[in-house]
């Protein structure tokens, strides 16, 4: 079994910075992706970015250019660097990993501000 322990969330102004991390432990052998929702306030979970185990990367139009994902050196963790931060963006982010079945991260809270 995975479990998956997210940090990094925050309070930033609009146009700041911000990177979650995402360390998965247990049975990772075997993943073949990883990658983010967010769910923002009285809305639906909605996709963010994935990157898979060949290092090909997926991102919602509204993040791209904006949000990077990319995994760590150990091939356990990954991260999402968030440039440009909006307002809109304010939400939980819940990390994931697809090994093969889905197991998802306790959420990182992140709030925008203007």
């Known amino acids: 079994q995975v479990q998956l322990v997210e940090s990094g969330g925050g309070l930033v102004q609009a146009g700041g910075s911000l990177r979650l991390s995402c360390a998965a432990s247990?049975?990772?052998?075997?993943?073949?992706?990883m990658g983010w929702f967010r769910q923002a306030p009285e809305k639906e979970r909605e996709f963010v970015a994935q990157?898979?185990?060949?290092?090909?990367?997926y991102y919602t139009d509204s993040v791209k250019g904006r949000f990077t994902i990319a995994e760590g050196n150990a091939k356990n963790t990954v991260y999402l660097q968030m440039d440009s931060l909006k307002p809109k963006d304010t939400a939980v982010y819940y990390c994931y990993a697809d090994s093969p079945n889905r197991t998802w991260g306790q959420g990182a809270r992140v709030n925008v501000f203007s």
């Open positions: 990157v898979n185990w060949q290092g090909s990367t």
């Open positions: 247990g049975r990772t052998f075997g993943s073949v992706a």
